[in-house]
């Protein structure tokens, strides 16, 4: 049995020792041409299909790395955008409370700073009010003026809790202060909310001579509200020639829907 394994290798490395000694000499030139010429179309047809199935691979490995990345771009795009909209908002927060700090230097006026938390009324949230996050404890009381970063009185505190306070905006028909118009006679009268748009100026002599565009400031007559606030300017006069009194409408120089903090003016 050993004999005839090793018979059958002898042979097998002769056949082998004869084909390359016939490859050598270019003797199987013309059957290797042959043979080869017979297994191109199948060795090219397996090649390509080598190749398409490793495009394809490639292909949808390409794609699954591209949506990975998509992906990861995406959510470092969302994190640039609350990032970029955390700083807009920290900005905005500095200027306004720088605002205050040069209001504050010139005036001498100390004063609360305070968060607007709500908007309207605690009762009736369709009334021209807001809502801050200071209250009786930080000394606040019904009367004090509430102001923006430039000193413009927005309107004056009209509740207290402990933690927070009610504040009617000048807009609002309940809020009524004592003003005065920056004119040669310092033509004094009362200023009222007018349907929440705007503000107007009764009680006013039909002897005064008031001009569109007059600054209207508070008359500091009344307690809580320091004289020379500014309310804003004469927008339309109402004069009637059978009336004792003539009226001015006032268009405030703040918008209120773009306010967050307030500051609240302490005696």
């Not at 084909?19 to 390509?48: A, C, D, K, M, N």
């Not at 004090?144 to 609002?172: D, F, R």
């Not at 109402?238 to 829907?257: G, H, R, T």
Request: hydrophobic share 45%.
């Amino acid at each position: 049995m050993q004999k005839t394994g090793t018979k059958k290798l002898a042979i097998f490395m002769a056949v082998i020792g004869l084909l390359i000694f016939l490859h050598i000499t270019r003797v199987l030139i013309p059957v290797e041409s042959f043979i080869t010429g017979i297994l191109r179309p199948l060795l090219s047809g397996f090649y390509s299909v080598s190749s398409s199935v490793r495009a394809t691979y490639n292909e949808q490995t390409s794609k699954e790395d591209l949506f990975a990345r998509i992906k990861q771009l995406e959510s470092h795009a969302n994190q640039l955008t609350v990032e970029n909209a955390k700083l807009k908002m920290l900005e905005q927060e500095n200027q306004i409370l720088r605002q205050y700090l040069k209001f504050s230097a010139k005036s001498k006026q100390n004063y609360v700073l305070c968060n607007i938390i709500s908007r309207g009324r605690i009762d009736n949230p369709v009334m021209q009010g807001i809502i801050i996050d200071r209250g009786a404890k930080d000394g606040l009381f019904p009367g004090l003026a509430v102001v923006s970063g430039q000193g413009i009185i927005i309107g004056k505190i009209i509740a207290v809790k402990n933690n927070i306070a009610e504040v009617y905006l000048i807009t609002n028909q309940a809020c009524k202060l004592a003003a005065v118009m920056q004119n040669q006679n310092k033509t004094s009268g009362i200023i009222q909310g007018e349907l929440g748009l705007t503000v107007r100026m009764e009680f006013i002599p039909q002897t005064e001579k008031i001009k569109i565009g007059g600054l209207v400031v508070t008359s500091g007559l009344e307690r809580g509200i320091p004289r020379g606030l500014v309310i804003g300017k004469v927008n339309q006069i109402i004069k009637e020639s059978n009336e004792l009194w003539q009226s001015a409408i006032i268009e405030p120089l703040v918008d209120f829907d773009e306010l967050t903090i307030v500051s609240v003016l302490l005696p």
